[in-house]
């Protein structure tokens, strides 16, 4: 089982580091390079999971994740922020703002799917399992 997983980036770069990550575990992914398409995507596609960065073009990470929340056909969708933000306090701001929980940036390839499967119910979790993720590492 897998999972359809929207991604709103704006750095190409890390956008298509998680795509690839995700995609190579059997999920399923869409993109969004701003907040406004970011926002479009997820009414209209109700993916999985949202992972949401917080600096983007049009309207940021906080404001798509305050549009989702505040919608009842989206608020049900986990989001995840993914952001470089490191300041003492983050945490409780990303979390008081509606995210569900966050990955710092620079993500880390070995552990990146496995953080956010555990967002997702398990039926839904990549197909991997411990022993293949030590086999292909
Ligand atoms: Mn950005």
């Known amino acids: 089982m897998s999972a359809r997983i929207l991604i709103i980036e704006d750095n190409l770069s890390s956008m298509e580091l998680m795509r690839y990550l995700l995609q190579a575990f059997g999920h399923t992914t869409l993109a969004a390079f701003d907040g406004r398409q970011g926002l479009l995507a997820a009414r209209y596609e109700l993916p999985d999971l949202i992972i949401c960065d917080i600096h983007l073009p049009k309207l940021d990470g906080f404001g798509v994740v305050r549009k989702l929340k505040d919608d009842p056909c989206?608020?049900?969708?986990?989001?995840?922020?993914?952001?470089?933000?490191?300041?003492?306090?983050?945490?409780?701001?990303?979390?008081?703002?509606?995210?569900?929980?966050?990955?710092?940036?620079?993500?880390?390839?070995?552990?990146?799917?496995?953080?956010?499967?555990a967002f997702l119910p398990r039926a839904r979790r990549s197909v991997r399992c411990a022993t293949t993720w030590h086999a292909t590492a």
Do not use: H, N, W
């Open 74 to 117: 989206t608020q049900v969708v986990p989001v995840i922020a993914v952001t470089a933000y490191a300041m003492v306090g983050d945490r409780d701001k990303l979390l008081d703002a509606g995210f569900d929980g966050y990955i710092c940036k620079p993500i880390e390839s070995e552990l990146f799917v496995a953080q956010i499967d």
